[in-house]
């Protein structure tokens, strides 16, 4: 490897080493700390960012922040009082054994070579897994055949970089990504005014010539005779991208979902002037949830818009036969169909308030497509929670053969012979939620404000809705702010001095709990929204996705995982080409006769009627 290649990797390098106080680390008497559900720091209510001491086993809540997010600083707290120094995350155990730890004393992350053990101590076994990466590279159970040129370019592991490499690949198989930054911006670099490093657009070229062009995948003779390719290495995209992305600045594995989901917001921001070039469009769709009053019958449309659909897959267990009574627990294959069939049907929501009979009755509500993208993006969530660690099951999704047909997932609309519910009152101190919900999320590990705010921004319409928007906006800064009533007059002025109009900023900050950040970046978001906030939104028309049919699908890339958590292990993503299948393992480009398709992570589905792909 190059000095240059060398540095470009050192710089995104987090040094952890151990200390003498991991080294030397006494612990006391052992004991079993509660199962993930149920623990909650020992000085307050708050479930999540929490900390674990490895000396008495004590749980504490994160450092506040400047903002007044995070925790209530009792785990520090327990440090000050005790002089007990080291502290684990909770939420970061792996299975592998790895965790974030923290050493008060040096006021350092730091290394613990005993994890496994000293966790053990507090009843949380991590010891006995085995790690899985091996079987990465031989994906197919065989040596796969290299590919080089225009479209199978790989990209080199920066170190846990393979999340951002799969997406990247999967992203730049899709035609509105390669229309906008390789063959738009092919000149963009000789009229940028920007340093390169810094714009978005010499950024997103570079990666896109890099991967289509053909001039980086070029064979190399490697010392077994298979000849092989370096990959180009994007470090300077990884850099601007971690600028406005923390969480991806480390060099720790990340949630291929979360990386995705963050890229589309980041692209959609730096497009929002030239909204017709923004390429995440494809996958922009409008949801409509239905919610109907059990005793009075009346209906309420709501109108969401979305840029991926997440489905749970069930999980139902094999009956053990005698010979394999010791194995791990293995799960029956579930169809696609089902888990659409799941997510789409109707849901009982307990203690609805009705605002027409004035009490609390039973509604159901259930959601359907409004409109389908041209690429819809499925996650597929496989993870339960045991003993502390999130663990990754093991569900074969069975797709169809041909096409995939979407149309029952249609909505219909109001009916004419449906009356619709009157407006909820805006609350006036406190947020009525369902308290089933609040329970069902609060046993996820979701603090309540968290579900207080969720349930809300989904117009209480059970847990599930509101688990999809947790996930969606975990990283919203102002995620755990209180729950604001009305917008103020300060907040739409500070919006208005940006350039947009009245109407637009109180609808923004409508849409947002009176977040001026997050109603900013709404307002790019939806440029074409004029704030009209006279008319229903589920009256609405939008102009993200279609209606028309016919609404087929056919499966053109997905992202694997393979490991126990989405934290840790390995990313690789398979797309479809000349109409087979190649593998994308980091640098490492090769035909895959028999792709894993029912274990991936992500799907990109593309529809019939869309574009095609310049590699094709």
Known sequence: MSSNKQTQVRQWEEEVVPCEHTLCLEQEQSKTVEQQALAHCSECELNENL???????????????????????????????????????????????????????????????????????????????????????????????????????????????????????????????????????????????????????????????????????????????????????????????????????????????????????SIAQQEHRNKPADPTQTFEFSLEQRLQCGQCKKVRYQIDTASSLSVTVPARNKEKTEEKTEEKTEYEAVDLYECLDRWAQEEAVEGYNCPHCKEKTVAIKSVKFRTFPDTLVLHARRFAFIDWVPHKLDIKINFPEGPIHLDRYLSTGQQPNEDVLPEEEAPKAAVSVDENSIEQLMSMGFPRLRCEKALFATGNCGADIAMNWLFEHMEDPDIDAPIMEESNDTNVQTICDMGFTKAQASKALRETNNSTERAIDWLFNHPEDMGDSDIPESRTSTSTGDATPPFDYTLESFVSHKGTSVHCGHYVAHVRKHGQWVLFNDSRVAASPNPPIGDAYLYFLQRSHSGTRYTE
Not at 127 to 142: P, R, V
Not at 207 to 219: F, I, K, N, Q, R
């Open 51 to 265: 900390w674990l001491c490895l000396v008495c086993g004590v749980l504490g809540c994160g450092r506040r922040q400047y903002d007044g997010s995070g925790g209530n600083s009792h785990g520090l707290k327990h440090f000050q009082s005790t002089g007990h120094a080291l502290s684990c995350k909770t939420g970061t155990i792996t299975e592998e054994g790895t965790a974030d730890v923290y050493c008060y004393l040096c006021d350092e992350a730091r290394l613990d070579n005993d994890l496994s053990a000293h966790l053990g101590n507090w009843g949380i076994n991590v010891s006995q897994q085995t790690k899985t990466e091996k079987s990465m590279t031989e994906l197919d159970g065989k040596q796969l055949e290299p590919r080089f040129g225009p479209g199978y370019t790989g990209l080199k592991n920066l170190g846990n970089s393979c999340y951002m490499a799969s997406v990247l690949q999967s992203v730049f198989n899709i035609h509105a990504f390669q229309d906008r930054y390789f063959t738009q911006l092919q000149d963009h670099a000789t009229t940028c005014q920007n340093v390169s490093a810094h714009c978005w657009h010499c950024q997103l070229h570079k990666v896109a010539d890099g991967l289509l062009s053909g001039d980086y995948s070029m064979p190399v003779p490697s010392s077994d005779g298979t000849p092989s390719q370096p990959g180009i290495a994007p470090a300077m995209f990884k850099a601007l991208f971690g600028n406005s992305h923390n969480e991806f600045q480390s060099m720790r594995q990340q949630d291929a979902y979360e990386f995705f989901q963050c890229l589309c917001k």
